[in-house]
C-alpha cells in the first residue's frame, strides 16, 4: 500500500464494533468499499444484519458478530472467529457507545454511571486485550477507539459520558506507548456532533433540538458518519504509519476555540 494513493484494504481484516448503526456502520461499510473483510460487531442484531446485507449487497465480504461489548468472553469470542474466517486482524474499531441522559453528577444513579463507563470504556480495554493479542502474534496491527469531544472538553450534565471518554483518550495512549515498537499502533477518534441516531435520541429529533446543537458547530452543521470512517480508514492505513498515541479531533471546529 502506498502512503500517497487511495486507501486501498484489499486483503486486509477490519474489526467494527457498533457496526449496526451510525459512525459503526458507515465505518464498516467504508473499510468493506475500500476492499477489507469486515467482522461487524454490535449488540443489536436487527441493525447488524442491515448493515452486512449492505456490504454483501456490494459484493463484499462481512461476517455478523453479535455481541455485548462489556463481556470479554463475547468479546474474546467475537475475535477468534474473525481470526477463524478471515485469518488474521488488521485494523480494529472499537466505537460502540452509549449516551448519559442529561443530568447534573448529584442526581445520577450508581447504575447509570457503571453502565456508561461498562459500555463506553471497560468495552475498550477488553477490545484492545484481545485485538493485542492477536496483533502481537502477527507484529502489525493498528486500533482506534472511539472517544468524543466529551473526551477533551468537559460538557454540564455529562459527568459520566464524559469521564468514559477521557478514559478512552488515556487508555488509548498508554496501549500507544506500551505496543509502539510491537508494530502495533493505538490512536482514538474525537467526533463533534455527528448525524447518527444517537444524536437524534438525544436533540429529540425536532427541528428545535437539531438547530440547537448545530449552534454550536462553526461549520454550520452536523458532521456525517462517513466523515468519521474516512478518519478511522486514514488512521488504520500506512498513510497513517507515523501516528500512534494521538486524540484525532474531527469535529467541524467545535473545539476549536477553547
Ligand atoms: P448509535 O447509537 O447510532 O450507534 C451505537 C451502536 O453501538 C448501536 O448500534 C448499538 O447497538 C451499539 N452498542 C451499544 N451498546 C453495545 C454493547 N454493549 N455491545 C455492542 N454494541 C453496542 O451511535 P453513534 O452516534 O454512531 O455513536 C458511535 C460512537 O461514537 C459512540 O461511542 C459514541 O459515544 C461516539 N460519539 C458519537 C457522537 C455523535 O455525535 N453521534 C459524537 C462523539 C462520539
Known sequence: MSTT????????VAFVTGAGSGIGRA??????????????VDIGEKGLAETVAQIEGMGGKALTLVCDVT?????????????ETFGRLDAAFNNAGIEQPAQPLADLSEDVWDRIIAV????????????IEIMLRQGSGAIVNTS????????????????????????????????ADKGIR???????????????????DTDEGRARIISQEPVGRMGRPEEIAGTVLWLCSEAGGFVTGHAMVVDGGQTAGI
Do not use: H
Request: contains cysteine; hydrophobic residues 45%; proline residues 2%.
Open 120 to 131: 463506553n470504556l471497560k468495552s475498550v480495554f477488553l477490545c484492545m486485550k484481545y485485538q
Open 27 to 40: 465505518t464498516a461499510i467504508a473499510f468493506a468499499k475500500a476492499g477489507a473483510s469486515v467482522a461487524a
Open 186 to 204: 493505538v490512536n482514538a477518534i474525537c467526533p463533534g456532533i455527528i448525524d447518527t441516531p444517537m444524536i437524534a435520541r438525544y436533540t429529540g
Open 148 to 179: 468524543s469531544g466529551a473526551g477533551v472538553l468537559a460538557i454540564r450534565g455529562q459527568s459520566s459520558y464524559c469521564a468514559s471518554k477521557f478514559g478512552v483518550v488515556a487508555t488509548s495512549k498508554v496501549a500507544a506507548l506500551e505496543y
Open 5 to 12: 494513493a487511495a486507501i486501498d484494504y484489499t486483503g486486509k
Open 71 to 83: 463481556k470479554g468472553a463475547d468479546v474474546k469470542a467475537a475475535l477468534d472467529r474473525t481470526v
